[in-house]
C-alpha cells in the first residue's frame, strides 16, 4: 500500500526538531518522506521521473503523525485475569490468584488471548511490545495473525522453559517474519538457579547477546538475593557476565547506587512499569536518578492482571506524576523526557532501530493523535498534552509495518473482537469453572 | 423527552445490590423506573391505564448504565493554562504561570473556558462538578446554557471577592435553575484573615449551611497555619464554628488524627485530589485513614492547569494506587470504595441526594459505559474493571437532568466545540501575546 498523510502536524520525535505541519508519505512497510508542504513541493520537482500514485489520501485535519508507542513489558495473555486478581496482597495474587491460572492455560488459549492484548495496545496507539510469556510460538503466531510489532522474551525459570527451548526460541523466532523478534532473558533471579543462570551467561556469550529479565520489582525480592549471594540481583548477574554484551530489567523499582553504577556501565536498559508497581504496592523506581546517571529508561504496562489496562497514556503520566512525588518536585522528570522514553527509548531497548522516529526509511509504525478533542484544547503545548492529558480517546490510527490496524475505533486484525472475546469467555468457563 | 433504554447492564449503585440486566425509564428530568425485564412486564401489567409512549428507546446492546461521575473539585476556566503550565515547582507555578494570568481573565473569557471543561467532563462521565472560580455568575451562566449540573463555592479570600459577594452568590445562584447551586466557602486559610473566617462563621450560622474550602493539600501550608495560630487549618477552622453545620475539604493531603477526629465529629467531607496533588507533588492523602475513621470520601480532578485533564478513570485508578503505595499493601482501599466515591460521596457531598443512585425517583444523571471495548474484556468484574481499567474511550453517553448532552463522540451543548476552541484561541493570544 502507498499511503500519503497531508494537513497533518508531524512530531518525528528526532532530537531537536520541532512539531511541523506537512505530509507523510508511506510506501509498503517504510516512510518514504517526511516534511513540510514546501518540502514535498520540492521532492516532486527534484523527483520528476517518479510517479506517485496513491492508494489512498488521508486528510489529517490538522491532527498529529508521530511513532508510535512501545510498550516495553507486557505479559498479553494475562487478560484472562483481568478484574480477577484485585486488591490481594503482592503474595496472595501470585499464589492463589496468578499461579495456578497459569497452569490451567494451553497454547492455544495464550494465542486468542494474546489478541485481546494486541486490540488493547491498538487503542492505546502502541506499535510494538517487549512481551513475556509462557508459550513464545504461539505468542509469536498471534502476533504475526493479527500484524503486531513483538520482540519477546523468555520466562525461563527452574520451573518452567528450559535454556535449551531458550536456545530454540531464539534462533526460530528471530527472522522468520517482519513482526517478530527475540531477546535471550528468563523470569527473575528469584525463580532461577546460579547454575540455570550460568547457562544463559553462556549463551549471552555465544550469540554475542543482550540478556532481560524482571529485576528488583520488590524490596522482598531484592534482601533476598542479597541474603543468596552477598549480592543484589543487578549485581550477581553481572558477577556471572550477564550483561557483557548489554541489556535491561524490567520494573528496577529498588536499586542503589552501585546498581545503578553498573546499569551504566553495561547500557544496561531500565523499563520502568509504574502502574503495576502502583497498583501492586511494589514501589516507586527512582526515575530522576536513572537519567542523572545517563541510563536509559522505556517504559511497560505490564501484562493486564497487575495493572489492569494497557494504556501507554496512563504509564506516561504515572512515570513522571510519580517521580513529582518520590522526589518532593515538580519540576521532576519533565514530560518531554517521558514522550521520548515511551517512544524512542523504548525502541531502542527492544532492538527496534527502525522504529524510533517518524522520518525517510524508517519502518511505517505511526499512530494519529486527534487534538480537537477537548482533553488536548486549547493547543499550547501538543507534546505535555500527550502526557499531562492525552488518552485513549485521542487514538484516531495505529498503523504497523505500513498497516493501519486501528481507525476510528475499527479494528483490523483479522478477526472480530467479539469472536475473540467469545473465546475468551469459553477459556474463562473452562479454566475459572 | 421520554427515554427508554433497554438491554442494558445496570449499576444503580444502591448498598448491596448487584448490577442486573435490565431496563431505564427516563421521564423528563427523573429515573421513572430501574429494574429488570421481568419487572418491567409486571410495572406494565400493574399500571395498565398508564400509555407509555416513548421519544426514543436506546438499545444499550448489553453495555452498563450507572449513575454518572460527580467530579467534586475542579476550576474548570483554567483549561486557558492546561500545559502551559507545567513541570515546575510548586511556588513557581503559583506565582508566575497562574496567578499573572487570572489577573487578566474577564468574565467572559471564563464563560468560554469552562464549557471546554464541560465538554470534557461530558467524555469522562461526569455529570456534576463542584467548581470554584472567579466570577461564579459567569460560571452559572455557562453550566445553564451548556446543561452542565454545577454547584460553585465561593474562592473568597484577602485578595479577591468579599463575604458579602459570597451570601449575594449564595442568595442568587441556588434556586435559580435545575443546573446550579451554591455553597458556602473560601479559598483557603493561607489566603484569607481570620476576620475574613469571623465573617463567614457568621454567616454560615446565619445560614446554618456547610462550610468548604482548600485545606491541608501541602505539608508548607499545614505548618505555617501551626506558626500563625498554633492550629491546624482543620482545628483553627473548627475553633472559629466554621464546620458547626458541617462541610467539607478540598485535598485534605496533610492531616493528622487529631484532624481526622475533628473532621468525623462534624461530618465533614474529604475531596481527594490524586491527580494534582501527584502532578504538583503535594503528597499523597491518607485515604485508608479517612475510610477507618468514617469520614466520607469524594474525588475531584482539580482544575485542568494541575492535573492537566478533566478524568474520573484517571483519578479513581490514583485513589486505590496510591492508597496502596502510601500503605505498602496492594490491598488497600478496594476498587469498589473508589467507585462509591466517584458517584455516591460526590453526590453526597455536594448536597445532590438526588443524584446518587440509578433508582426509581432521582435525577436522570447516567452514563452508558461500552463493555465490549478491549480495555473491558474478559468481564471478570465489571466495578473493578471500570476503576482498574476504564478509560474515557468506555464512556458512550452521558445524560444529565434527563438530557443526552454526549452520545457516541458528539456533544449536544447548544454550540459546536471548533467555536469554543476558536474563542480559547483569541483569548490566549490576547493573554499570552
Known sequence: MRIRFFNARVLTMEPGKDIFVGEVWVVEDRIKFAGTEEEALKYCDTHKEEILIWDREIDCKGNLLMPGFKDAHTHSAMTLMRSAADDLPLQDWLNNAIFPIEAKM???DIYHLSKIAVLEYLTSGITSIFEMY????????????????????SCVNNFSQSVELLEQYYNEINGKDPYNSFILGVHAEYTCSKELLEKCAELTHKYKAPFW????????????????????????????????YGGGGYHLVWTNDKDREIMKKRGVYAVTNPGSNTKLASGIAPIKEYL??????????????????????????????????????????????????????????????DCDYLSEGKKADIIMLDLSRPNMQPINNIE???????????VLMTMIEGIIRYENGKFNIGVEPSDLYSKAEEIKKRIYG
Not at 227 to 232: A, C, D, P
Open 384 to 394: 505535555k498534552n500527550i502526557v499531562y492529558s492525552g488518552s485513549k480517546e485521542n
Open 292 to 353: 542523572e546517571k545517563g541510563i536509559t529508561v522505556a517504559i511497560g504496562t505490564d501484562g493486564p492482571a497487575s495493572n489492569n489496562c494497557l494504556d501507554m497514556f496512563r504509564e506516561m503520566f504515572l512515570v513522571t506524576g510519580l517521580a513529582k512525588l518520590r522526589n518532593n518536585d515538580a519540576s521532576s522528570v519533565d514530560a518531554k523526557e517521558v514522550l521520548k522514553m515511551a517512544t524512542v527509548n523504548g525502541a531502542r531497548a527492544m532492538g527496534l532501530n
Open 134 to 153: 509462557l508459550t513464545p510460538f504461539t505468542v509469536a503466531q498471534a502476533m504475526a495473525d493479527t500484524g503486531m510489532r513483538c520482540v519477546q522474551t
Open 213 to 244: 529479565a524482571h529485576i528488583q520489582e520488590t524490596d522482598k525480592e531484592t534482601k533476598e538475593c542479597i541474603e543468596r549471594y552477598g549480592m543484589t540481583p543487578i549485581e550477581f548477574f553481572d558477577s556471572l557476565g550477564l550483561f557483557d
Open 106 to 108: 494451553t497454547g492455544e
